[in-house]
């Protein structure tokens, strides 16, 4: 190798990691930007938060709004703090969390073998069709008493009412992502002499993964929905139970503080589930 060859190879070799150099280092500022981004979000959601408290317990405490009906933070948290001491709250959340953590999984476990089964045998797709659109469109609070005479008032009628709320959506989300796969891509795969059975487990459910892991985080919401409408028809236990009694006895404090912590308990929840959303994804991606 000559000199000239040597002065070339080095001077390309000097490029490349001055290329390699310049992609870290924007890699490194682009990390930062969004890291600022998200501390920048994440400051002024919270600032956004304690404003609206910091108004509220000024309107209720300056008369602004009547406290009887709007009551005002302090007294919410101070009648949460007792119940959660005296230990009488801790009931009411542990029954309504069952309640939805079992309307939650039975849904989209239902809802998904009923998608796969519509897919699997087109005449009943066709069949089921317009009732599916029937039981999506007609309002669950109405089924309720229905569940609460066939089942008797209590948990297994909630978790009823649940399932009519969650079952059906997630059926037809994903029953239509089955049928949107790509037909060009499922010829491929039969020509290749694939079953019936193949091209499901090995192109139809993975390619539909994100679409049903995307509809856990629309489930959790669906489930709440559905324990508290239960809860609000036949429970005696429960934090719907005591939004109802709260109405009952005109303590609107209690029924601010329950939706409190419903919100908590709720986002709580979500985020679990968007943590186990990522781990899936991350999970199928690798795979």
Known sequence: MNKEQEELKAEVSGIQEDRVNWM?????????????????????????????????E??????????????YPSKLFTQIWTTMADGSLWPHIGMTVSETALGF????????????????????????????????????????????????????????VTLSVTVIITTINIYNQFREIEAGFIK?????????AQLFRLVILP???PVIISALKVNVGLAWVGVIVGEFLVAKLGLGYLIIYGFQVFNFTLVLSSLV???????????????????????????
């Open 24 to 56: 870290e280092d924007l890699h490194l500022r682009f990390k930062k930007r969004a890291q600022r981004l998200t501390a920048a979000v994440g400051v002024t959601q919270i600032a956004i938060l304690l404003l609206f408290i910091a108004l509220w």
């Open 58 to 71: 000024a309107a209720g405490r300056l008369k602004w709004v009547d406290p009887l009906l709007f009551s």
């Open 105 to 160: 999984a039975l849904g989209t476990l239902l809802g998904t073998a009923l998608a796969a089964a519509l897919w699997w045998f087109p005449f009943l797709s066709r069949v089921f069709d317009p009732y599916l659109v029937v039981l999506n469109s007609l309002p669950k609070v109405a089924l309720g008493p229905l569940f609460i005479v066939l089942l008797g008032p209590g948990f297994v009628s909630i978790v009823a």
């Open 188 to 196: 491929v795969v039969r020509l290749f002499g694939a079953s019936r």
């Open 207 to 209: 390619a539909s993964f």
């Open 261 to 287: 912590v419903i919100a908590a308990v709720a986002t709580v929840m979500y985020q679990l589930v968007a943590i186990l959303e990522r781990k899936l994804t991350d999970g199928w991606r690798e795979r």
